[in-house]
């Protein structure tokens, strides 16, 4: 449902696109078409379209909202740290993410080593957001099970002069952005800018973001270079897990850690004490050149990122402070035909960084003793080529990609023994005496190479339909936080300790496992089409997973270490459906169906894999009541149960939310909001811990915010 047409995608990734200043609506078209014609799980969507289009800070759940295939779980409000996945690809993977390839005008928010931090990824900025999902991404380099995401930022062409926008609501919450544009023959530039904090729901839960960047557009004859930049700047606290008594009786509150003598005992983190929180900052500069001769399309990037992230995990996990930069360089060659999708197609990828991250202790929200000092390389190559040959009415798109990755770790530890730290567990507060264990190097130096083709046959069996069918492979390399990893910590004692009261001279405090890179094959077959008022996009997948990687929890959230499951399988269907219901109404409709399994697994069967909703649903109506009023509705419903644990031993409930909002334009220049969220004030869990093996009473489950209401307006100078 979001394929349509939008402004000048300047920096846009679909095939054969090309950075161009003038005429914008038709580029616009041009770009939609071709997302129109690629054979695989694509959306297009123009943020103008989006409920929350008029804000000034918009998060990422509600910019991708009713995108079907993408399953946004927020876990604290605000701008934080939400679970963003694709088809399963990451699932388990948090606080620092991996299993897509997270893009801003067309370069990589990403480390070398395919981690991110989801926080840093800013819609506000962005005009579009193009996504990728599964092999649709194989040709940027994103050879992973989920795919890629691409936000578009606004150019000075597309948003001339000044904009402004505030917003101010519920728990605390202000934002703040604005822009500056101006666009000649010659070129054009934008600069622009980006705050929001907010108090939060709960209890120690407060967050801010800032961001400010620009870029620049150069035509230089048949050449066109665009120049760009942002710097953005993350904290948030980590409000932490509830039981699911507290998310029905007490939502707001902060778990403190299991009573004793009290059953159930309640694990879970000891948050008013360890203080969780996570500040990090990423500058990231590049340029993109496109040059095109004829049918011929080159299309040359370099980015540079630095990026610096402080995580105060609970006590289980201490302070990680990593602090490295990336440098990535992206080739690209078209040969145009007749059709919308380049005749060939080849590229590269190529990224490469190194990062140092130190490891410390968390004593009461400070830092202790440290216990780690590592040197971390990563570099990821992957080279794509591919076609799209016209067979009479049909399409065939073979592809092929190599992918290599190295994963080098330097332990820089010098020391024969580690520190550890512990509190009393009957008396939290109450520090017991340190203890040591034996410093076990964790260097490793690990490669991985494999390749992975695809094959897909589309055609169009009517005016304006398109169906396709594919098959192809996905290859995922392991991150360092799948390879290095801190384990033997409890809600009362930090890594390394495993019983508080008796520290362990043997105990290990880091786990450093041997994955291999995870592998799957997928069938994949697609419909998207329009009929009189009704559009609609229906894509089905099944994948056949080998080593797909798993980031393991015990029952109190501590870390034991991430693992490969042998085989898994995930089945899934992403439909969409817009419509116009007469000329004031219209509708959409998102239905994400996924199925995440074991496959025989000696330990946990078939059961489904923990953290995975299976049905997700966003239906929404706007209602056009007059020229300068729109009023939509928007129903967010998970109508079943989701498994916590991969033993399907706890679930979290189905619910469902009601979002209210209406827009007013005072003119041409002028916009007002309002927005009523969670109208019925819903307790729910909006998302879970993804723990192993759950635990009777244990805090499990992110609370969702409550009622909260938002106003603010846009200006156009």
């Given at each position: 449902?979001?394929?349509?047409?939008?402004?000048?995608?300047?920096?846009?990734?679909?095939p054969?696109?090309?950075?161009v200043?003038?005429p914008?609506?038709?580029?616009?078209?041009?770009?939609?078409?071709?997302?129109?014609?690629t054979?695989?799980?694509?959306?297009l969507?123009?943020?103008?379209?989006?409920?929350?289009?008029e804000?000034?800070?918009?998060?990422?759940?509600?910019?991708l909202?009713?995108?079907?295939?993408?399953?946004?779980q927020?876990?604290?409000?605000?701008?934080?740290?939400?679970?963003?996945?694709?088809?399963?690809?990451?699932?388990?993977?948090n606080?620092?993410?991996?299993?897509?390839?997270?893009?801003?005008?067309g370069?990589?928010?990403?480390?070398?080593?395919?981690?991110?931090?989801?926080?840093?990824?800013?819609?506000?900025?962005?005009e579009?957001?193009?996504?990728?999902?599964?092999a649709?991404?194989?040709r940027?380099?994103?050879?992973?099970?989920?795919?890629?995401l691409?936000?578009?930022?606004?150019?000075?062409?597309?948003?001339?002069?000044?904009r402004?926008?505030?917003?101010?609501?519920?728990?605390?919450?202000?934002?703040?952005?604005?822009?500056?544009?101006v666009v000649?023959?010659?070129?054009d530039?934008l600069l622009?800018?980006?705050?929001?904090?907010?108090?939060?729901y709960?209890?120690?839960?407060s967050?801010?973001r800032?961001?400010?960047g620009g870029?620049?557009?150069?035509?230089?004859?048949?050449?066109?270079?665009r120049?760009?930049?942002?710097?953005?700047?993350?904290?948030?606290?980590?409000?932490?897990p509830?039981?699911?008594?507290?998310?029905?009786n007490?939502?707001?509150?902060?778990?403190t850690g299991?009573i004793?003598?009290?059953?159930p005992?309640?694990?879970?983190?000891?948050?008013?004490?360890?203080?969780?929180?996570r500040?990090?900052?990423?500058?990231?500069?590049?340029?993109r050149?496109t040059l095109e001769?004829?049918?011929?399309?080159?299309d040359?990037g370099?980015?540079?990122?630095r990026?610096?992230?402080?995580?105060?995990?609970?006590m289980?996990a201490?302070?990680?402070?990593?602090?490295g930069?990336?440098?990535t360089?992206?080739?690209?060659?078209?040969?145009m035909g007749?059709?919308?999708?380049?005749?060939?197609?080849?590229?590269?990828?190529?990224?490469?960084?190194?990062?140092?991250?130190?490891y410390?202790?968390?004593?009461?929200?400070?830092?202790?003793?440290?216990?780690?000092h590592n040197?971390?390389?990563?570099?990821?190559?992957?080279?794509?080529?591919g076609a799209?040959?016209?067979?009479?009415?049909f399409?065939?798109?073979?592809?092929?990609?190599?992918?290599?990755?190295n994963?080098?770790?330097?332990?820089?530890?010098?020391?024969?023994?580690?520190?550890?730290?512990?509190y009393?567990?009957?008396?939290?507060?109450?520090?017991?005496?340190?203890?040591?264990v034996?410093?076990?190097?964790?260097?490793?130096?690990?490669?991985y190479s494999?390749?992975?083709?695809?094959l897909?046959?589309?055609w169009?069996?009517?005016?304006?339909?398109?169906?396709w069918?594919?098959?192809?492979?996905?290859?995922?390399?392991?991150?360092?936080?799948?390879?290095?990893?801190?384990?033997?910590?409890?809600?009362?004692?930090?890594?390394?300790?495993p019983?508080p009261?008796?520290?362990?001279?043997?105990?290990?405090m880091?786990?450093t496992?041997n994955l291999?890179?995870?592998?799957?094959?997928?069938l994949?077959l697609?419909?998207r089409?329009?009929?009189?008022?009704l559009?609609?996009?229906?894509?089905?997948?099944?994948s056949?997973?080998?080593?797909e990687l798993?980031?393991?929890?015990d029952?109190?959230?501590?870390?034991?270490?991430?693992?490969?499951?042998?085989?898994?399988?995930?089945t899934?269907?992403e439909?969409g459906?817009?419509?116009?219901?007469?000329?004031?109404?219209?509708?959409?409709?998102?239905?994400?169906?996924?199925?995440?399994r074991?496959?025989?697994?000696p330990v946990?069967g078939?059961n489904?894999?923990?953290?995975?909703?299976?049905?997700?649903i966003?239906?929404?109506?706007?209602?056009?009541?007059?020229?300068?009023?729109?009023?939509?509705?928007?129903?967010?419903?998970?109508p079943?149960?989701?498994?916590v644990?991969?033993?399907?031993?706890?679930?979290?409930?189905?619910?469902?939310?009601?979002?209210?909002?209406a827009?007013?334009?005072?003119?041409?220049?002028?916009?007002?909001?309002?927005?009523?969220t969670?109208l019925?004030?819903?307790r729910y869990?909006?998302?879970?811990?993804?723990?192993?093996?759950?635990?009777?009473?244990?805090?499990?489950?992110?609370?969702?915010?409550?009622?909260?209401?938002?106003?603010?307006?846009?200006?156009?100078?």
């Amino acid at each position: 449902m979001t394929l349509h047409a939008a402004g000048a995608l300047a920096q846009s990734a679909a095939p054969g696109s090309v950075i161009v200043l003038d005429p914008v609506v038709i580029q616009g078209d041009a770009t939609a078409a071709r997302f129109r014609a690629t054979p695989g799980g694509v959306a297009l969507i123009d943020r103008s379209e989006t409920p929350t289009a008029e804000e000034a800070a918009p998060t990422l759940s509600d910019a991708l909202a009713g995108t079907p295939g993408v399953v946004v779980q927020e876990f604290f409000g605000g701008n934080d740290q939400p679970r963003i996945q694709i088809r399963g690809s990451g699932l388990q993977q948090n606080p620092t993410e991996r299993g897509l390839l997270v893009l801003q005008d067309g370069m990589p928010v990403n480390r070398a080593d395919g981690s991110y931090v989801v926080g840093l990824a800013t819609p506000g900025p962005a005009e579009d957001i193009e996504v990728f999902r599964g092999a649709a991404a194989n040709r940027l380099g994103a050879n992973v099970l989920g795919g890629a995401l691409n936000f578009i930022s606004a150019s000075g062409a597309t948003t001339p002069g000044t904009r402004l926008s505030f917003g101010a609501g519920s728990f605390g919450r202000v934002d703040v952005a604005g822009s500056y544009g101006v666009v000649n023959e010659q070129g054009d530039a934008l600069l622009r800018f980006e705050h929001s904090e907010k108090d939060g729901y709960r209890d120690y839960n407060s967050s801010r973001r800032s961001s400010v960047g620009g870029n620049a557009t150069l035509q230089m004859g048949e050449a066109t270079t665009r120049l760009f930049f942002s710097h953005t700047d993350l904290r948030f606290d980590v409000a932490g897990p509830l039981t699911w008594d507290a998310i029905r009786n007490n939502p707001t509150s902060n778990h403190t850690g299991p009573i004793p003598g009290t059953p159930p005992l309640q694990p879970g983190p000891n948050v008013l004490r360890d203080l969780p929180q996570r500040a990090t900052t990423q500058t990231l500069a590049g340029a993109r050149t496109t040059l095109e001769d004829g049918d011929n399309i080159y299309d040359l990037g370099f980015s540079l990122s630095r990026t610096d992230d402080s995580f105060r995990f609970p006590m289980s996990a201490g302070y990680r402070d990593t602090d490295g930069t990336d440098a990535t360089l992206t080739a690209r060659y078209s040969r145009m035909g007749e059709g919308e999708l380049p005749l060939f197609e080849t590229g590269l990828y190529w990224s490469v960084g190194e990062a140092d991250r130190d490891y410390y202790h968390n004593l009461s929200g400070t830092r202790g003793p440290a216990f780690g000092h590592n040197r971390l390389r990563a570099d990821t190559l992957s080279l794509f080529a591919g076609a799209n040959l016209p067979l009479g009415g049909f399409t065939l798109s073979p592809s092929v990609a190599f992918n290599h990755a190295n994963r080098e770790n330097d332990d820089r530890w010098d020391a024969a023994t580690r520190p550890t730290v512990a509190y009393n567990p009957a008396t939290p507060g109450m520090p017991l005496p340190n203890g040591t264990v034996a410093a076990q190097d964790t260097s490793y130096d690990r490669s991985y190479s494999g390749f992975t083709p695809a094959l897909a046959l589309s055609w169009q069996p009517a005016e304006d339909q398109f169906a396709w069918i594919s098959i192809s492979r996905g290859f995922e390399p392991p991150t360092h936080d799948d390879l290095l990893g801190t384990v033997g910590g409890t809600p009362n004692s930090g890594p390394g300790r495993p019983a508080p009261g008796a520290p362990d001279p043997t105990a290990v405090m880091f786990a450093t496992p041997n994955l291999k890179a995870q592998t799957s094959t997928t069938l994949e077959l697609g419909w998207r089409g329009r009929w009189q008022n009704l559009e609609w996009d229906a894509t089905a997948y099944h994948s056949r997973i080998r080593n797909e990687l798993l980031s393991l929890r015990d029952e109190s959230g501590a870390t034991l270490a991430s693992v490969n499951a042998d085989r898994t399988r995930h089945t899934g269907l992403e439909l969409g459906l817009s419509g116009d219901l007469n000329d004031r109404l219209r509708g959409r409709l998102a239905w994400t169906w996924q199925d995440f399994r074991f496959d025989g697994d000696p330990v946990r069967g078939d059961n489904r894999i923990a953290g995975a909703p299976r049905h997700l649903i966003t239906a929404a109506l706007d209602w056009q009541a007059s020229e300068q009023l729109t009023v939509g509705g928007t129903l967010h419903w998970i109508p079943d149960e989701t498994p916590v644990d991969n033993m399907n031993t706890m679930f979290n409930d189905a619910y469902a939310v009601v979002d209210l909002g209406a827009d007013y334009a005072l003119n041409d220049r002028a916009v007002v909001f309002a927005r009523v969220t969670n109208l019925f004030d819903e307790r729910y869990a909006a998302s879970t811990l993804v723990v192993d093996v759950a635990t009777a009473g244990q805090a499990a489950f992110i609370p969702g915010e409550g009622r909260a209401i938002h106003v603010g307006t846009r200006l156009r100078f």
